[in-house]
């Protein structure tokens, strides 16, 4: 495996880079001025849609999509160190138009969807215009393990109904968000994996009832937000099915692979900011009669913090390289892998960057509180901790079978 990044690789990540110190960090504050004078979920903060239209015209935008007319064609491996910048700040992605769900969804519709989908939904997103949400976890069941959905989609002649109450359908809330990918059950008396459907339902249809916004932490995240929704008889043509009846799990397993890849560089981005952060502050703050920078422990912090960035981005980026190369399905154990590594690696150097500030790790001054509550919810988004750990052990285990 040659994990050297090619020229074009290169190129980007100046690029990126450049655009995160002039563009990005300068307007965090900013975009968090603009949420906190509206109600957080009724506009967007005029700066983020400002910040699009300079990622679009410098041509840093839709890096995401690999093998496709869409976007820039970027393989897994090469995509992954530019989404690590991004991941640096939690308002960078959407700026270059690389935020989730939107990028899960733009794959199923450049994967799945029909052609009258893509001109419908497709389009829009590529271009940024809309945003979307997918919604499939459930208040009433372990969605852990996603054979649990109760929701129903039930065929009546030219449409679908939809009924079921899903949370955590991140996006929803958003003004902008448009469209909702909705997975459920079609056929509960089909094979195990063949009962789930995923089917595109626009946010204004009636019987469509956002609920609330769940916040995390106590952040709300807005104006994007994760909604609990509602679909009480919910009709939609039948031409929104995706793929086909009962191949919800094949969707999902081919939309999951990227976003996790995404997930987990995107984390170490984070990772990678905290402990700058830490480094900076223990230079310049004396404890004991000595720099803290002096001090044994914190010494600890730094190489401990940096050793395990460094395992956390090379299993990534195996995994992404064993994508583009084997496919997901051969990647699994290592896909799990990194899903499980990256967030609680990254939990660790926020915290003890956060335990080297002191008071200031925890207030709003600095990213690690924010930074730190997003990345724990990873080990619970895209399949909890336990889960993958389940998947490592048994493709492990097949090979003393």
Excluded at 4 to 27: C, G, H, L
Excluded at 54 to 75: Q, R, V
Excluded at 202 to 227: L, Q
Excluded at 375 to 401: F, M, N, S, W
Aim: aromatic share 8%; with cysteine.
């Amino acid at each position: 495996m040659n994990f050297e990044y090619s020229d074009r690789v290169m190129e980007y990540q100046k690029e990126i880079t450049a655009f995160m110190e002039e563009y990005i960090y300068p307007n965090e504050s900013t975009y968090a001025e603009q949420i906190d004078k509206n109600d957080h979920f009724s506009s967007v903060p005029p700066i983020i849609e400002e910040l699009k239209e300079k990622a679009k015209d410098k041509g840093l935008w839709n890096l995401f999509l690999p093998e496709s007319e869409c976007g820039t064609g970027l393989s897994n491996l090469e995509y992954a160190p530019l989404c690590e910048i991004m991941g640096r700040s939690s308002i960078a992605p959407e700026v270059f138009n690389c935020a989730a769900p939107d990028t899960g969804n733009m794959e199923v519709l450049v994967r799945y969807g029909t052609e009258e989908q893509k001109n419908k939904w497709l389009q829009p997103l590529l271009d940024g215009e809309i945003r979307s949400c997918f919604s499939m976890t459930e208040p009433g069941v372990a969605s852990s393990d996603a054979t649990n959905i109760e929701a129903s989609i039930v065929r009546d002649g030219d449409e679908y109904i939809i009924n079921g109450t899903k949370w955590w359908s991140s996006g929803a809330n958003d003004p902008r968000c448009k469209i909702a990918i909705v997975m459920g059950k079609n056929d509960p008396n089909a094979p195990k994996y063949n009962q789930q459907s995923m089917i595109l339902v626009p946010i204004d249809t009636p019987g469509v009832t956002i609920k609330r916004a769940i916040p995390v932490f106590g952040y709300d995240h807005a104006p994007h937000g994760h909604a609990e929704i509602e679909y009480n008889n919910v009709r939609v043509p039948a031409s929104n099915m995706l793929l086909g009846e009962g191949r919800g799990f094949e969707i999902a397993q081919g939309r999951l692979g990227p976003g996790r890849i995404h997930h987990c560089m995107r984390t170490i981005g984070a990772a990678e900011r905290a402990l700058e952060i830490l480094c900076d502050r223990v230079e310049s703050r004396e404890a004991f009669g000595k720099k803290l920078a002096e001090q044994g422990v914190v010494q600890e912090w730094i190489a401990d913090s940096r050793i395990e960035i460094e395992q956390a981005r090379l299993l990534t980026l195996k995994a992404a390289y064993m994508m583009d190369t084997v496919g997901n399905k051969e990647a699994k154990s290592e896909i799990s892998m990194i899903k499980v590594v990256a967030p609680n690696m990254a939990l660790r150097v926020i915290d003890r960057t956060i335990q080297a500030l002191g008071g200031a790790g925890v207030s709003d001054d600095f990213p690690l509180a924010a930074s730190y509550a997003n990345v724990r919810t990873l080990r619970l988004a895209d399949g909890p901790d336990e889960v993958h750990r389940r998947t490592v052990a048994r493709q492990e285990l097949k090979k003393y079978r």
